[in-house]
């Protein structure tokens, strides 16, 4: 594509560091707002209409975390995505994680010439650590041994060789997973049995040598695509690798901070109304009970703080953000006086709680059918696995089909019931740490 588009000044550098887009980033926009605050590196939240209106301009460089590229660019429109592709060409640099790598890819915005393999080619499902062969690069410093976090990645398809492979997979860690296989077990049911059984590639060292940090240019500006979530938070080698990052595309490197697993992130408010708390600790109850009936069914568990482990044919990312988003909400409104120190900060007089209140009622009144129905869906999934294997897309049970399809649609891209029930709990989640 022609990307003589009117550039930027680039006499003089702006004035702030990074712009962190936010829209249809879900789970992965909180996980990477953590690990941002944990690693001590300056960032704004930006949604679609601020790009729209020319945002980009006040900064050195855009992050685009994970999420469906797909979703990310209907968010966008044309305008937007114009904007991102002037910002980039005029000098601003682009930094794209997993979902926001493949929205910088050709079928995107067309920053770096490069394709995602088809799914039948890839392997899908592969999550957890591994080590990864690093090219000389900035943004290794300081890294010893080069083992980083993937969840569920897609795959690069590098022809151009003005690309540089700046990071290939090596091999898988202990502690890793192909679908819901641990890959020291699969080793010793062997691969091929398990991809037959499953119907898709699971075998890890199918990933060896695969790229999975690329680097390019587009105009100006540089561009750097990773299948790596160096944003992963409590992960020490991804906190490194994204300061070394910050000092490479924005300009900027500040002193390292102390990382702690109990840290706390953000801040809570003092001078909350009580029925908002009330209504905060209903709604994760809910959720709570929600996540409960997977546990007891032995359909999941929790693998760290915000993401669960499930069993191949549920639904485990969707359940894993919606208790990690709500979770953060309580931890944000929790009422201080009941279990913290004095000295939290008192609700700004721009904020208007009752614009949050509005939020929570949408939430609750979407949120009972959802569970309901959703505990209905997760009992009969389990017992369908009693006697054959379950594929996340297609069932042959009738009530299977029909509520998977109520709740989140037919597409894996977050669709039905959820998608009305996730867009107001992002939408509070994003008011409330925009505070910061």
């Known amino acids: 594509m022609n990307i003589d588009h009117t550039l930027h000044e680039a006499e003089k550098l702006p004035n702030r560091s990074c712009a962190l887009f936010w829209d249809e980033s879900l789970l992965w926009g909180l996980m990477a707002w953590r690990a941002l605050k944990e690693a001590g590196l300056p960032f704004d939240l930006l949604r679609s209409e601020d790009i729209r209106a020319g945002g980009l301009s006040h900064y050195r460089m855009i992050f685009v975390p994970g999420g469906w590229a797909s979703n990310k660019i209907n968010a966008l429109g044309d305008q937007g995505m114009e904007e991102i592709r002037r910002f980039v060409a005029g000098g601003g640099n682009y930094l794209g994680i997993c979902g926001g790598a493949g929205m910088a890819t050709e079928n995107g915005l067309g920053l770096l010439p490069i394709k995602r393999k088809p799914p039948r080619d890839r392997v899908p499902s592969f999550s957890g650590p591994i080590r990864f062969s ?68 699971l075998d890890p060292s199918r990933l060896r040598g695969e790229p999975g940090v690329l680097e390019g240019r587009f105009g100006r500006g540089k ?120 000295g939290w900060p008192a609700l700004p007089e721009a904020i208007d709680p009752s614009r949050w209140e509005e939020d929570l009622k949408e939430i609750w009144g979407q949120l ?69």
Request: with cysteine; charged share 25%.
């Open 134 to 201: 690093c090219a000389g690069h900035a943004m290794w410093q300081e890294i010893d041994t080069p083992v980083f976090f993937v969840w569920w990645p897609s795959q690069f398809q590098v022809e151009d060789q003005n690309i540089k492979v700046l990071a290939s997979y090596e091999e898988a860690q202990a502690d890793a997973f192909s679908a819901d296989i641990n890959v020291v077990d699969g080793e010793i049911i062997g691969w091929s049995k398990l991809e037959q059984r499953y119907g898709i590639l």
């Open 223 to 342: 561009v750097i695509l990773s299948l790596v979530h160096f944003d992963t938070p409590g992960d020490r080698n991804g906190a490194a690798v994204l300061r070394n990052l910050w000092s490479h595309l924005a300009s900027c490197r500040p002193s390292d901070p102390p990382m702690e697993a109990e840290c706390e992130q953000g801040r809570s408010f003092k001078g909350v109304p009580k029925n908002i708390l009330d209504s905060v600790e209903e709604i994760h109850a809910a959720i709570t009970e929600l996540i409960a009936t997977g546990a007891r069914n032995f359909l999941w568990y929790w693998r760290n703080p915000l993401l669960l482990q499930w069993r191949r044919g549920v639904r485990g990312l969707e359940y894993s953000t919606l208790a990690a988003m709500v979770g953060e909400i309580k931890r944000i409104l929790n009422n201080p006086s009941a279990s913290g120190p004095d």
């Open 368 to 436: 009972i059918p959802f569970c309901e129905k959703a505990k209905r869906l997760l009992i009969k999934e389990r017992l369908y696995m009693m006697n054959a294997s379950l594929s996340p897309v297609e069932c042959a049970d009738v009530e299977i089909s029909r509520l998977r399809h109520e709740l989140f649609a037919s597409a894996m891209s977050h669709g039905g019931h959820f998608k009305r029930l996730i867009e107001p709990m992002d939408r509070l989640l994003y008011d409330l740490i925009k505070e910061e």
